[in-house]
C-alpha cells in the first residue's frame, strides 16, 4: 500500500502528521465541557398561561379550550395534553419525530398571540417552553444573615441576584423562599364612602402619583436640557401625604382614609436547608455552558479564600457587614464530574489490561508496545472530533471511548503477526513490514469497515434513542478509523526500524511465566475441544445438547416474562440521593403544606443515615414550579451519607414511602 511505504521510507510525514493530531486532541480535550448525559430533545411544547384565583373549571372554559384551538392547526403534532388547575393552565403539545422544535415553537407563540384579546383580562401572558436538561437548576445555594428575612430578601433580589445572573454561562437565578417587601394599603371602606369616594378612584390616585415621565425639553443656543417628571414615591411617609381631592372639592390625605404601612407580600413558597429556614438562590445553566466551569465560577463568586482560609474577594467580601454566608447546598456538577473521573479510572485499567493480555499473547514485550501504541494515539486524536461535532464529555462519549479500546489493538495485532510471519521467513525488518502490511491492507480495511458500519446507522438516524447514543456510536467509529490508519502507518514504522525475531528461553524469569500462561491455554483449548467432541459423538449427544441450547433460549425468555430482568429507558444512578414529593389537595392552603411537610422532615432527620434534607414548600420539580396553583406541593430533597450508607437508595426511598402511609395523613 502506498502510505505504509510512505512511512517506511519518509517517517517524517507521519511523524509530523500525529504529533499535530495529539498536541490537537489534547488541545481538544481542554476545550470539551462536562455533561452526565448527552443533550437530547424531547419533542414537547408546554404553554403555560397563570389566571390568577380563577376556579379549574374557569381555567378550562376561559383560556385552556382557546389555547388548545389556538395550536390545533399547528403542523407535525402527534398529541395535546391540557390540565386546568386553580390559577393556571397548562397545554402540553407532543410533536412527531423529526419535527423542528424551534421553528414550531415561535410558530405556537404567533398563533397564541392572535388569541390573547380574546382571553380575560386578569390572564397573564402565556409562557411558552420547550423541554430541555437545562430547565433542572445545576446548583442551589443556602443563604443566611444578621439581617431580617424582609432585608435579607431585598439585599438578594435587588443586589446579590443580579451579580450571580451576570456569570458567563449562567442562564438565570431564581429566588426561592423569604418574605418580599411590600407597601400594603388598607382603605377604610366608612372614611372613604364619607367622602364620597370609591375604591378604584383610590387605585387610580395612588398609580397615577407613582409615576415618571418626560415632559419636553429646554433649548438655548449654548445647551439643550432635558426635563423629566419624577413622581416616583421615595418613602412610606410621603404616600401616607399623598393629596386626595375629593367630588366635594375638599382635599384629604391618604392617611386619613387608609393605613399605610411597609409590609410584605403573601408567602407562596417555603425553603429550608436541614429544617432551618433560609432563602434558595437556585442556578441554571445555558444550554451550550460547561456545568462544571459554571459550577467553579459561582463558587469563585461566593468567595475566594487565602492560603490561610481567609476570605479576600467575592460575595461574603463585599457584605461582610451583613455577615452574608452562602452555604452550597447542593451542586449537581460534583456528581458528574465524579462520574466522568470514574470511567476515565475505568478507561485507564482497561489500557492496562489491555497492554497486559498483548503481552502474554504476542509473548514480546518490544510486539506489545508497539500494538500499544494504537491506543493512546487513536484515543487522543479522538477528542479533535468530538470538539469539532460539538460534543461533550458524557457518560456516553466516554463509554464509547472504554469500549473501543480493545478494538483499538485488532488492526495493529493482525498488521505485526504478518510482518512477524515475513520475517519467520527469512526478510529483513523493512522489507517485511512493507510485505506484511500490504498483504493484509483489505482484511484489515473490511475489520475495521464492518465496526464502522455497525454504528453508523444508528448516528445517522433521528429520534429520543438515536440523539442519546450518537455521541457514543461516533465516538466508536472515529476512533476506529484512526486506529486504521496508526496500523498502517505508525505500526510498520515503529516495526521497520525497532521490530527484530525473539525466542523466549524457558529458563528465564519472563520466559516460564509465559510458557506456563500458553500450557494452561492449551489445556483449556483442549478442554473446550473435548467438550466439542462429546457433543458430537453420537445422534443422542447431539439431540441432547440440542435440547439443552433450546431450553436455555427458552429460560432467558422466561426470566424477562416473569420480571427477573426488569425494563427501563435508563439505568438507576446510584447518586445516594432521591426527591420526596408531597401532595396534598388541591385546595389545600400553603400553611397546611408546611406544617404536614415539617413532620416529614423531623421524621426524615431521625434517621441515622441521612445527611443532609432541602426542603421547597409552593413548588416541586414536576414542570409547574412556577405556577401559583402548587401551594399544595412541596418537595423533600434528601442526600443520604455517602460514607455510612451502603444500601440502595431505591429500597430505602420504597421503605420510607410505606412508613409514611399512616403516618402523613392527608398526603
Not at 437548576?137 to 446579590?160: G, Q
Not at 445517522?460 to 484512526?482: E, P, Y
Amino acid at each position: 500500500m502506498k502510505i505504509t511505504e510512505i512511512s517506511i521510507k519518509r517517517p517524517s510525514i507521519i511523524i509530523v502528521l500525529f504529533i499535530i493530531l495529539t498536541l490537537g486532541g489534547l488541545f481538544s480535550y481542554t476545550r470539551l465541557g462536562y455533561e452526565l448525559v448527552p443533550k437530547f430533545e424531547i419533542n414537547v411544547i408546554t404553554v403555560q398561561t397563570v389566571y390568577p384565583g380563577a376556579s379549574p373549571a374557569e381555567v378550562e372554559s376561559s383560556v385552556t379550550k382557546k389555547i388548545e384551538d389556538a395550536i390545533s392547526s399547528l403542523e407535525s403534532i402527534k398529541k395535546v395534553e391540557s390540565t386546568s388547575l386553580e390559577g393556571v393552565s397548562i397545554v402540553m403539545i407532543t410533536l412527531n419525530n423529526g419535527a423542528d422544535v424551534n421553528f414550531l415553537l415561535t410558530d405556537a407563540q404567533r398563533k397564541i398571540n392572535a388569541v390573547i384579546n380574546d382571553l380575560p383580562d386578569d390572564v397573564k401572558t402565556p409562557s411558552l417552553s420547550k423541554f430541555s436538561l437545562d430547565d433542572v437548576a445545576i446548583m442551589s445555594l443556602a443563604v443566611t444573615s444578621n439581617l431580617s428575612e424582609k432585608e435579607l430578601y431585598d439585599l438578594l433580589d435587588n443586589k446579590i441576584q443580579p451579580v450571580f445572573a451576570r456569570i458567563n454561562g449562567v442562564a438565570k437565578v431564581d429566588l426561592i423562599g423569604g418574605e418580599e417587601r411590600e407597601i400594603q394599603i388598607s382603605v377604610d371602606p366608612k372614611k372613604i364612602e364619607g367622602y364620597g369616594l370609591t375604591i378604584s378612584q383610590v387605585q387610580q390616585i395612588v398609580a397615577a402619583s407613582n409615576l415618571d415621565f418626560p415632559t419636553g425639553n429646554v433649548s438655548t443656543r449654548d445647551n439643550r436640557t432635558t426635563i423629566r417628571l419624577s413622581g416616583k414615591v421615595t418613602s412610606i411617609e410621603e404616600l401616607r401625604n399623598l393629596p386626595i381631592t375629593t367630588p366635594a372639592g375638599v382635599q384629604i390625605y391618604l392617611r386619613d382614609i387608609a393605613d399605610v404601612r411597609d409590609g410584605i407580600k403573601e408567602i407562596e413558597k417555603v425553603a429550608r436547608l436541614d429544617r432551618q429556614n433560609t432563602i434558595l438562590l437556585q442556578v441554571f445553566k445555558q444550554s451550550d455552558a460547561n456545568a462544571v466551569a459554571v459550577s467553579e465560577a459561582v463558587k469563585k463568586t461566593i468567595a475566594v479564600h487565602d492560603k490561610n482560609g481567609k476570605v479576600i474577594s467575592g460575595v461574603e467580601k463585599d457584605y461582610a457587614a451583613q455577615n452574608i454566608k452562602i452555604l452550597v447546598a447542593n451542586d449537581s456538577s460534583e456528581f458528574t464530574l465524579n462520574a466522568a473521573d470514574n470511567v476515565i479510572h475505568d478507561l485507564m485499567i482497561a489500557i492496562a489490561l489491555v497492554g497486559f493480555i498483548m503481552l502474554f499473547f504476542l509473548q514480546s514485550l518490544r510486539n506489545a508496545a508497539i500494538t500499544m501504541v494504537a491506543i493512546p494515539l487513536s484515543l487522543i486524536a479522538t477528542f479533535i472530533g468530538l470538539l469539532l461535532m460539538g460534543y461533550t464529555l458524557n457518560l456516553m462519549s466516554l463509554l464509547g471511548l472504554s469500549l473501543v479500546v480493545g478494538i483499538l489493538v485488532d488492526d495493529a495485532i493482525v498488521v505485526i503477526e504478518n510482518i512477524h510471519r515475513h520475517m519467520e521467513m527469512g526478510k529483513n525488518k523493512v522489507r517485511a513490514a512493507f510485505d506484511g502490511a500490504s498483504e493484509i491492507g483489505f482484511t484489515v480495511t473490511a475489520i475495521t469497515l464492518v465496526i464502522v458500519v455497525v454504528f453508523l446507522p444508528i448516528a445517522m438516524s433521528t429520534g429520543l434513542v438515536a440523539n442519546i447514543l450518537a455521541q457514543f456510536c461516533v465516538t466508536v467509529i472515529i476512533s476506529t478509523l484512526l486506529s486504521l490508519l496508526v496500523s498502517f502507518t505508525v505500526v510498520p514504522w515503529l516495526y521497520s526500524r525497532f521490530g527484530k525475531l525473539e525466542h523466549l528461553s524457558k529458563t528465564s524469569f519472563f520466559g516460564r511465566i509465559i510458557h506456563g500462561f500458553e500450557s494452561g491455554l492449551n489445556s483449556f483449548t483442549h478442554w473446550v475441544a473435548g467438550l466439542l467432541v462429546w457433543a458430537l459423538r453420537t445422534w443422542k449427544t447431539k439431540v441432547a445438547t440440542l435440547f439443552l441450547a433450546i431450553g436455555l433460549l427458552f429460560a432467558s425468555f422466561i426470566l424477562i416474562a416473569k420480571g427477573y430482568i426488569g425494563s427501563d429507558f435508563f439505568p438507576s444512578i446510584d447518586r445516594k440521593e432521591f426527591f420526596i414529593q408531597l401532595e396534598l389537595d388541591k385546595d389545600a392552603s400553603l400553611e397546611k403544606t408546611n406544617l404536614l411537610t415539617q413532620k416529614a422532615e423531623a421524621y426524615i432527620k431521625s434517621k441515622p443515615d441521612v445527611k443532609e434534607i432541602i426542603t421547597t414548600v409552593g413548588q416541586s420539580s414536576d414542570g409547574m414550579a412556577s405556577t401559583t396553583g402548587s401551594r399544595y406541593k412541596s418537595e423533600i430533597h434528601l442526600i443520604l451519607d455517602k460514607e455510612t450508607f451502603e444500601g440502595n437508595p431505591q429500597v430505602y426511598s420504597a421503605k420510607l414511602k410505606r412508613e409514611w402511609e399512616n403516618k402523613l395523613i392527608g398526603a
